[in-house]
């Protein structure tokens, strides 16, 4: 007779973002639990805040841009924000990168007067290593 001492079987879920990156494996589901149950790797004390609610604390104006792209963002929101980037859709070429830095303030201007009209991708990195990416139009 063999026995199983202390085995239990558990599911593990995988989350993907829009770019096929794997954003999260574990062995809950994070839409299932509530933030305060969740921690993040790297800030122990800080609550996760998935992608919906991450970009419902920030701000871009105006889109589509024509000269200058505004983001503002909450203090909630900035305490996960590692760094900002944009680049081209079509060429996937760097035109601004960004550390989250004490002295932006919570706020971030990215002047496009000299880039060409187009989409292009604007990415936060978040400090437990999540990606959350938004289309931005320059007319």
Not at 45 to 53: C, I, L, P
Request: aromatic share 12%; net charge positive.
């Amino acid at each position: 007779m063999i026995g199983f001492l202390g085995y239990s079987q558990t599911e593990v879920y995988f989350k993907y973002d829009e770019a096929g990156n794997q954003k999260y494996r574990g062995p809950e589901d994070l839409a299932g639990k509530s933030s305060k149950q969740l921690r993040t790797a790297s800030v122990a004390t800080a609550q996760v805040m998935d992608e919906k609610s991450f970009w419902k604390q920030l701000r871009l104006y105006p889109v589509p841009v024509n000269d200058l792209l505004t983001i503002d963002w909450t203090e909630e929101t900035d305490k996960l924000i590692e760094s900002v980037s944009l680049y081209q859709h079509s060429t996937a070429h760097w035109k601004f990168q960004q550390k989250n830095i004490p002295g932006l303030n919570m706020q971030l201007k990215i002047n496009m007067t000299g880039y060409d009209w187009g989409v292009y991708i604007l990415r936060f990195t978040l400090k437990d290593g999540r990606v959350f990416s938004k289309n931005i139009t320059k007319r």
